[in-house]
């Protein structure tokens, strides 16, 4: 029991490991396949995700929404929940921390940590409707978030074209007090656009574990989602925990956005198709296995990747949509750990 | 403006832009009720769009104006045979289902660009000379009345997308293969009993999501884009989604949902010319097929159950 405890742990570091390097592999055969160089391809990756001060902190500033568009996701997978609606919770939150960091004027610290809440409020509720609905009508979460993402689309759109737009696309711009951005941080990174939101993102990250590890309400979010019959018979309230779950999900999501609104872009595009972070969250969260921790790491690489992609197609040529590609390919890799589970445990038998 | 203008400036406009979405929601109709979830219409549909238009800028020199026909053809084989990743994974290497449909989107989103740059060395195609057009159907649009509303300015992708809703109703509920489909959906085990192959079930029912997805995308592309960018199809696939799941997983549904969205999606456009839905905001318009879906999955529209074994993989002998 203790060893099959032991490989089971080992197993779930294991599998996204192999997996993140069959991705890198398989894009590698990619590069060779399509008449790319992949030494020079994987040189000009690298060097975009760390090779430069600059590199570093654009890394860095690319994970913040990730880590927390991945917290999004890895919470609500831990409570047996799939939030596929971090991208519409993301944007929520994005105009909801623009709109307080526009529309007010208030001391600095107070203004940013006013615009962040907004956010989280707003994600929140937009999580809070699918969890509502599973918990009341019995509807699949997965259905309703997609259908919510493209609601939060054109509803944000149509909002700041209504109410705060400056022309070209873009709404207003916050104001200094609420920005997340630092002269500091980016001089040490010698002209990255890094923000303190990678502060937060990483608070985020210590919340998420301490909620779930560490207080009765994740016990019992985790143990709904493990087995309902079983928590409800052992006298949990069911509904209330797929509805707390999936609102403190989405206030994660809404966060992601207040990385960008607050600190990439000061201000928010009409858009006319998702972000992806809130997708990204998805492969970060699978990836990191759903920890805390390991999202962190994943959202690092991802960030990297997604940072270092136009460097790789400016100097070795390939185009930046490898990327892409090799994230499809790590995802699938980390949802099929069957066989690398079966594969694994197979040598490891053979070893005895 | 009277009336049966109205209709006449409506109707075909619905036609036109649900006939995409009927055929994608019929395959998604084929895989769920197999029991795999396929979130991954939209990258189906969106490798049917790509193979499409290289298809037919590929022969359209040789082949004219017949090319973009071939090329819906070409899009069903290759989007079939690229849904077998998801059919591998979710089927036979047991993944999550909804994750590894999330994959297939990425990869077929990443995958065609990358294609689409090696091949022309930019991020977008040429437009086709040869699209699939509008047409006045001969005799029928001669009719007084519904010759305006029914028969003119509609592409015939319409017509045959009505026409395989009628097909794949038969199939799934006329014929021995849609019985045993549907029974692997709902009790695998059972199935598994009487003797189906629960596992060629399930990779059919993928396969054929596939090649519909595929001729979805490629009619989207061929007459209503004309050529593919990496943001041709942005959400048709999800909106199939949502045709199947307000259809309630039923072929006729799934049309009827579809042409319902499509009417939706065309007032959103030509609602400006019309003067009572001149003052709706255009964005309540466009959200409508979605919150409508969301209304009509808790049962304010009707209850919506999905097949009762969907997104669990068959593990035999498991009980």
Redesign the interface.
């Known amino acids: 029991m203790q060893n099959l405890l032991k490989n089971e742990r080992l197993f779930n570091i294991l599998v996204p490991v192999i997996s993140a390097i069959l991705g890198m592999l398989a894009g590698a055969i990619i590069m060779v396949l399509g008449n790319y160089d992949p030494v020079a391809g994987f040189e000009a990756l690298f060097s975009g995700m760390f090779g430069t001060p600059k590199a570093i902190g654009e890394t860095i500033r690319a994970a913040s929404p990730l880590i927390l568009s991945g917290l999004a996701v890895g919470f609500a997978f831990k409570t047996g929940l799939f939030n596929i609606g971090v991208e519409g919770q993301l944007l929520v939150g994005w105009l909801a921390s623009v709109w307080v960091g526009y529309a007010f004027e208030l001391p600095a610290v107070l203004h940013v940590t006013l615009s962040i809440l907004a956010a989280a409020v707003a994600g929140g509720l937009w999580g809070m409707i699918p969890g509502y609905l599973k918990a009341k009508f019995k509807v699949h979460e997965v259905i309703v978030t997609i259908m919510l993402n493209y609601v939060a689309l054109y509803v944000t759109a149509d909002l700041i074209k209504r109410y705060l737009y400056a022309g070209n696309e873009k709404s207003y711009r916050i104001h200094e007090s609420a920005s997340l951005s630092s002269p500091f941080l980016s001089q040490i990174t010698e002209g990255s656009r890094l923000h303190w939101g990678i502060m937060i993102a990483l608070i985020a990250a210590v919340i998420m574990w301490f909620i779930l590890e560490k207080t009765a309400t994740g016990y019992e979010l985790k143990s709904v989602g493990y087995n309902q019959h079983a928590s409800m018979y052992a006298g949990m309230n069911v509904s209330k925990n797929v509805i707390l779950s999936m609102t403190i999900s989405g206030a994660f999501a809404g966060m992601a956005g207040a990385m960008e609104g607050l600190g990439t872009f000061q201000n928010m595009t009409v858009l006319s198709s998702f972000t992806g972070t809130g997708f990204d969250g998805i492969a970060v969260a699978l990836l990191g296995a759903n920890n805390a921790f390991g999202i962190i790491l994943s959202s690092l690489l991802f960030g990297g990747l997604n940072t270092a992609a136009p460097q790789m197609n400016f100097d070795a040529n390939v185009p930046s949509e490898l990327i892409k590609i090799i994230i499809a390919l790590i995802i699938f890799f980390v949802a099929s750990g069957y066989i690398i589970r079966v594969i694994a445990a197979r040598f490891s038998k053979e070893g005895k | 403006m009277s009336i049966l203008e109205i209709l006449a400036l409506i109707i075909p406009a619905a036609l036109y832009t649900a006939a995409p979405i009927i055929f994608t929601a019929l395959g998604g109709v084929f895989s769920e009720r197999s029991g795999v979830?396929n979130?991954g219409l939209e990258g189906l549909m969106l490798f049917g769009a790509f193979t499409g238009v290289i298809t037919t800028l590929t022969i359209q020199d040789s082949v004219g104006a017949a090319s973009p026909w071939v090329a819906i053809l070409v899009a069903a084989l290759a989007s079939g045979i690229f849904s077998l990743?998801h059919a591998v994974?979710s089927i036979t290497?047991?993944?999550?289902q909804?994750?590894?449909g999330?994959?297939?989107?990425?990869?077929a989103?990443?995958?065609s660009?990358?294609l689409i740059?090696?091949i022309y060395g930019k991020g977008q195609t040429d437009f086709v000379d040869f699209r699939i057009n509008k047409v006045d159907v001969p005799g029928l649009s001669d009719l007084p009345v519904i010759g305006d509303i029914f028969f003119s300015r509609i592409p015939y992708t319409s017509y045959i997308a009505i026409l395989a809703a009628i097909v794949v109703w038969y199939v799934i509920y006329k014929t021995p293969f849609g019985l045993r489909l549907r029974s692997v959906g709902e009790h695998p085990m059972a199935a598994d009993t009487m003797g189906i192959n629960v596992t060629r079930m399930r990779y059919i029912g993928v396969i054929l999501s596939g090649v519909f997805a595929g001729i979805g995308g490629a009619i989207y592309a061929l007459s209503i884009s004309g050529n593919f960018t990496g943001?041709t199809i942005?959400?048709q696939g999800?909106l199939a989604?949502?045709s199947m799941?307000f259809g309630k997983w039923h072929p006729l549904g799934a049309m009827g949902a579809a042409l319902f969205f499509g009417f939706a999606q065309s007032l959103s456009i030509t609602g400006a010319q019309i003067p009572f839905l001149k003052d709706i905001?255009s964005?309540f318009l466009?959200?409508a097929p979605?919150?409508l879906?969301?209304l009509a999955?808790?049962?304010f529209v009707g209850r919506a159950d999905?097949p009762k074994a969907i997104g669990i993989p068959y593990v035999k002998g498991k009980r």
């Open positions: 979830v979130i990743l994974a290497l047991r993944a999550d909804t994750v590894s999330v994959a297939i989107n990425f990869l989103a990443g995958l660009l990358f740059k090696k943001g942005s959400g999800f989604l949502a799941i905001p964005v466009i959200i979605y919150v879906t969301i999955l808790t049962g999905a």
